[in-house]
């Protein structure tokens, strides 16, 4: 079975400072990996996904996630946070072999940016 | 124009009765979704439709039965509501198969069963 952590439930963090958001997950076949965020009572927004090819993705929003295979890791990273940022930051991931687009995904962690 | 839109935003009813809740998308996906999120933010997967077929069917008690009259649509009904469905349960759709695909997501029906 594969699943998802977000080994951080809550990250607060001063404006214009750098952010890790760190995602671990447990596969034992192929995955695709996922960050979404939501903003206060809205839906979720994807922000970068990791199909194949070059570790490093970018995504919207100035955000950015490198995967690790040997770690099983996929952390989301942003040099300057701004306000706006605040919301609830999702990782996920999905079977390559799965029909369906079936999401799996981990606990949040609550991205809070402070002035 | 909303891409996924959800109606109602709001649903506050007694335990026992029965619900339904509409989804639309005017993305022309294929493959539409009802995810659950619980009173602690966990997500999890409830059914996928493809082109109005049935592919995934998670664990889920036989009280929820999604139907898709087309494949824009994907409605969820639930009867004998208990207690334990409160919860905001969120519609998405996708293209193709859904696998690696975006997932645009509706604002969420939020539940509150008393």
């Known amino acids: 079975a594969q699943s998802v952590t977000q080994l951080d439930s809550q990250v607060p963090v001063f404006e214009e400072a750098p952010v890790e958001l760190r995602c671990n997950y447990s596969?034992?076949?192929?995955?695709?990996l996922f960050w979404y965020v939501q903003y206060p009572n809205q839906g979720l927004q994807l922000l970068l996904k990791?199909?194949?090819?070059?570790?490093l993705v970018k995504g919207i929003n100035g955000f950015e996630a490198e995967f690790n295979k040997s770690q099983t890791s996929f952390h989301l990273r942003k040099p300057s946070v701004h306000i706006s940022d605040t919301a609830e930051y999702f990782c996920?991931?999905?079977?390559?072999?799965?029909?369906?687009?079936?999401?799996?995904f981990g606990q949040g962690t609550e991205l809070s940016v402070k002035p | 124009d909303t891409a996924v839109s959800q109606t109602p935003k709001y649903l506050v009813t007694q335990m026992g009765n029965d619900k339904s809740i509409k989804c639309e998308q005017n993305?022309?996906?294929?493959?539409m979704y009802w995810y659950k999120q619980d009173s602690k933010k966990f997500l999890k997967i409830m059914f996928s439709?493809?082109?109005?077929?049935?592919?995934i069917n998670e664990t889920v008690p036989n009280r929820f039965s999604p139907k898709s009259p087309d494949k824009a649509h994907l409605n969820l009904h639930i009867n004998s509501l208990e207690l334990g469905d409160s919860a905001v349960y969120f519609c998405?759709?996708?293209?193709?198969?859904?696998?690696?695909?975006?997932?645009?997501f509706g604002p969420g029906t939020r539940l509150l069963v008393l």
């Open positions: 998405a759709s996708s293209h193709g198969q859904g696998v690696g695909e975006t997932q645009y």
């Open positions: 596969s034992s076949v192929s995955v695709y």
């Open positions: 990791y199909l194949s090819g070059s570790t």
């Open positions: 996920a991931v999905s079977l390559i072999y799965n029909q369906g687009g079936k999401l799996i």
């Open positions: 993305l022309g996906h294929d493959t």
């Open positions: 439709y493809n082109n109005k077929e049935l592919i």
